[in-house]
């Protein structure tokens, strides 16, 4: 299977969430099962969700002798986590580090972090969990690929439920005229169906990447430009661009180029 990163970002405004949905990133990265991961079963999928991965480090702020947690993250933590990066695992086939609140890292220990990330280690893999990926350097951002949850997100109807599974059951085929017909038969839909629908397919492409449940195809780099389209399609929608010019993108932008090109 192709490995699209090895850092990521991942953003949501609830700390559960984002905190979550990282172990099952993290758990996808570590688990040992032949088949879908996280399997859930295996050693080290159970080692993730009880917390004692010996190949799972989680770097969050200090605290000082009255228990009160400092303001940064520290170089000196990014350097520890450096250094241990190069040791090979303990039990999995790699290592993964999850950076929590990973913004409050001061810049002294994000430009450390740059240089781990610019050439990391074999099977090493970083997680940063973040509130505010805006706050971290662009540099730092330039080399992560961004997953991003809303906390606020309202349960789906059943018709956008319906319409989510029906798009990626069409991109599943790769058949470039299904699409076509597909999304042109979604024009005439009104802006707030539009906006329910990409972050219905969003929220199960994000889901593929973490949990890998339901996949529809092997290809990790697939989901996250989905990712990233459905992201640019609800940018669109927030100026105005018509309903039928975002069915228009879906159809030409969701399939690899040599689907779209038959």
Same mark, same amino acid.
């Not at 192709?2 to 559960?16: G, M, Q």
């Not at 009104?190 to 339901?214: I, Q, S, W, Y």
């Given at each position: 299977m192709?490995? #699209?990163?090895?850092?990521?970002? =991942?953003?949501?405004?609830?700390?559960?969430l984002r905190n979550s949905l990282s172990l099952q990133l993290a758990a996808r990265m570590l688990c040992s099962s032949p088949g879908e991961r996280p399997c859930g079963v295996c050693r080290d999928c159970r080692k993730v969700s009880t917390g004692v991965h010996p190949d799972l480090s989680i770097i969050r702020r200090l605290t000082d002798d009255k228990g009160k947690e400092k303001r940064d993250i520290l170089i000196d933590q990014i350097r520890a986590m450096s250094a241990d990066a190069y040791i090979l695992p303990n039990e999995a086939g790699g290592k993964v580090y999850i950076i929590e609140d990973a913004d409050t890292m001061n810049v002294n220990a994000q430009n450390a972090a740059l240089k781990l990330f610019e050439e990391p280690p074999e099977n090493v893999s970083f997680i940063l969990s973040t509130a505010n990926p805006e706050k971290l350097l662009v540099t730092v951002r330039s080399r992560c690929a961004l997953l991003r949850r809303n906390a606020e997100e309202e349960p789906e109807s059943g018709d956008i439920s319906a319409m989510a599974e029906s798009f990626l059951q069409c991109l599943a085929k790769n058949d470039a005229p299904e699409l076509l017909l597909w999304c042109a038969s979604?024009?005439?839909? $009104?802006?707030?169906?539009?906006?329910?629908? #990409?972050?219905? =397919?969003?929220?199960? #492409?994000? $889901?593929?990447?973490?949990?890998?449940? $339901? =996949? #529809?195809w092997s290809d990790e780099m697939r989901t996250m430009q989905l990712i990233e389209l459905m992201d640019r399609c609800l940018e669109y929608l927030k100026v105005n661009t018509g309903v039928k010019n975002i069915f228009g993108l879906l159809a030409v932008r969701s399939l690899p180029e040599r689907e779209t090109r038959k």
């Open positions: 192709e490995k #699209l990163s090895h850092a990521y970002i =991942v953003t949501s405004a609830s700390e559960t979604r024009e005439g839909a $009104d802006f707030k169906t539009a906006g329910e629908f #990409l972050n219905a =397919v969003k929220k199960r #492409l994000t $889901d593929m990447l973490c949990h890998r449940r $339901d =996949v #529809l």
